[in-house]
């Protein structure tokens, strides 16, 4: 297959784009610049510019791009960037495959696990309502710009929770605390965070492209629940590191603003049984498992 992604440079689209050619596939990235070669394609999602014939034997298209949401604290303007950077590169994508006379089979537009708001004790799951929020108003609304494309287009809405790697992502932050051994919970540690390592993110993606029968919103979340507390002692208890010091949730307010509360403090918890059902098999399916492997032991 030949998919166009989009955010190539992040940490998912790079993965992705990884997994991809270890089977024999290629990854085609959208650039902000001329393209170098046959597997670029030019675009400048801002003012709804991409290349002409960008989607000439593309076989799926998935959209990663947006401003991160961890760069914290939130300005005003900064807000406004995480939702039109989001919303102009749906808008330009959505705009472009039904312009196409060769459509792609599946659009995987990217979500956040964010759509749900605080989920308080409860398990989230795909069927339900849109939440309350900065966050849950901006994937509501990248969502519904998703939700234009052509309906012969099997649409896929990824909705990403909290991604563990290595190096970058969620834990890009908190691992080099955990790691210096000045770690330890955010708040009362009690908040549930849901998650996924950065392997299964992109396998699931590919998981979802390949299954014809897969469309809608999927949760990409590991099947294991866990706390804050629990994030950190695991990630603490493989890196051989003590995780004492926590952050104080008014500190991490003054410190973050809005964002603490709304990406660090609130509860998310989500149910991964639709993408079980649809057959996926997680490579890290439990926290202890994911935590040995950013320690590098797996």
Known sequence: MRVLISGFTGLIATELARQLEARGDTPVALV????????????????????????????????????????????????????????????????????????????????????????GTRVAVETDPNGKGFLAELAGKWE???????????????????????????????????????????????????????QDEAAAILHLIDHVNASGPFNLVAPEAATCTQVVQALAKELNRPALVPAPAFALRLALGEGADEILLCNQKLGAQKLLDSGFVFKHPTLASAAAWVAGKN
Do not use: C
């Open 32 to 119: 902000r610049r001329p393209a170098r070669g046959a597997n670029e394609v030019e675009w400048h999602p801002e003012r709804g510019y991409i290349a002409d014939g960008a989607l000439d034997g593309i076989d799926a298209v998935v959209n990663l791009a947006g401003a991160s949401i961890g760069k914290l604290p939130w300005s005003k303007k900064y807000k406004g960037e995480l939702v039109e950077s989001r919303l102009a590169s749906t808008r330009t994508l959505v705009n472009a495959i039904n312009a196409s006379i060769a459509k792609p089979r599946v659009f995987v537009s990217g979500s956040a696990s964010g759509f749900y708001g605080d989920t």
């Open 144 to 198: 519904a710009e998703a939700a234009k494309v052509d309906a012969s287009v099997r649409l896929v809405l990824a909705r990403t929770s909290m991604v563990m790697s290595r190096k970058d992502g969620a834990l890009g932050r908190l691992l080099p605390l955990i790691k210096a051994g000045v770690g330890g919970p955010l708040g009362s540690g009690k908040q549930w965070w849901a998650w996924i390592s950065v």
